[in-house]
């Protein structure tokens, strides 16, 4: 069973916004690593992580800001009661899944004990404790589950039929959701790293291959990722830089703020592609297809399942290409070449179940 659900009516706060004994803290606990200095308790996670503890607790300041006057609230954290935290996760659940609710708790104490690291938030802990027990998935993520060889289909289809469009613009976006769509078929990467990538940063040319390096610092895991991408991407890569990507970059539209540099994925309105948008794009194309969307993570489920359908005996190749490994630094030159050669067998594995 798939459930719908409305989107959170909770304003969230940005930290100018924040109160200013707040303010002080979020800048000294996300204060970067310097050659002499450790940096604050922040800083060893990836941007996206830390805009995502902005996020939950600039969401808990929203909150409050509905129920008292932010000018007479010196911090956050000082109404971090049982009844003001009954009232905000009645308020999350209203409208979110119970696992997604229990994981902004885990990212708000994160912020918590970052912001106030000498105090324990008693509460808070145990909200946590009861959602881990009792929150569980709200869709059947099994009945969702495609072939990786459909899903790769699709967005080769997608860069087929995009010149064909009735505008050019229309032709570029669906071009770039086509590209993205099998690029995560053959490489399904966290959709962190995928909405990240910029050009001859992470996204590289060796001859007629492109590679995705990515540093262990923006990696989930902390161990980098450097894959080989299938050759047969170079062209449609080589494509979408040269005529779609420059099309989509010369829009000027109503949310355009500034130029996006070298990202890779560009919006509607010239604008860098964030990882919502993303997720929203890809959906939209996997709904329309299958009847259903298929989420950019739900792409590596479904590669570990086609992988241990088609080629049981080798299921392992799976765990480098999604970033699972799990080894000790000593090892990190044999991850290297293992990931490289995961990448290489996966490629043939699909390859199978395309037909190709």
């Not at 007479?72 to 003001?84: C, P, T």
């Not at 080769?156 to 570029?172: D, F, V, Y």
Request: with cysteine; glycine share 6%; hydrophobic share 40%.
């Amino acid at each position: 069973m798939i459930v719908t659900r409305r989107k959170l009516d909770l304003p969230i706060l940005r930290v100018p916004d924040w109160p200013a004994c707040d303010q002080a803290a979020w800048h000294e606990a996300t204060r970067p690593v310097g050659w002499l200095d450790e940096g604050g308790r922040l800083s060893k996670y990836p941007a996206a992580s830390i805009q995502a503890f902005e996020s939950a607790y600039g969401r808990w300041l929203g909150f409050l800001s509905t129920q008292f006057h932010m000018a007479n609230l010196r911090s956050g954290l000082d109404n971090l009661d049982r009844e003001s935290l009954r009232a905000f996760v009645e308020r999350l659940s209203s409208k979110l899944a119970p696992i997604t609710v229990h994981n902004y708790l885990i990212s708000h104490l994160t912020v918590a004990r970052a912001l106030a690291p000498e105090r324990v938030f008693p509460f808070l802990r145990t909200a946590i404790a009861h959602l881990k027990r009792t929150a569980k998935p709200i869709s059947d993520k099994r009945s969702r589950i495609v072939p990786i060889r459909d899903l790769y289909a699709l967005g080769r289809r997608l860069m087929e039929i995009a010149p064909a469009s009735p505008t050019p613009l229309k032709g570029a976006g669906l071009y770039r959701d086509g590209l993205m769509i099998a690029l995560l078929a053959v490489r399904p990467i966290r959709i962190g790293n995928l909405s990240s990538i910029e050009i001859d940063r992470h996204l590289l040319r060796e001859g007629d291959a492109f590679w995705l390096v990515f540093p262990a610092a923006e990696v989930k895991n902390r161990r980098p990722l450097e894959f080989t991408l299938p050759t047969n991407l170079t062209e449609p890569i080589s494509e979408y830089l040269d005529l779609y990507r420059p099309r989509l970059l010369s829009r000027r539209g109503r949310h355009w703020r500034r130029c996006p540099g070298k990202a890779l994925w560009i919006s509607e309105h010239g604008t860098a592609l964030g990882r919502s948008h993303i997720r929203e794009h890809i959906c939209r194309r996997t709904r329309e297809r299958f009847g259903f969307s298929v989420n950019p993570h739900l792409f590596r489920d479904c590669a570990a399942t086609s992988i241990a359908t088609a080629d049981p005996a080798h299921v392992g190749i799976i765990m480098p290409i999604l970033g699972h490994a799990r080894a000790d630094t000593a090892e990190r030159y044999y991850n290297q070449a293992s990931s490289l050669d995961a990448a290489r067998r996966y490629q043939d594995t699909i390859g199978t179940l395309r037909g190709d």
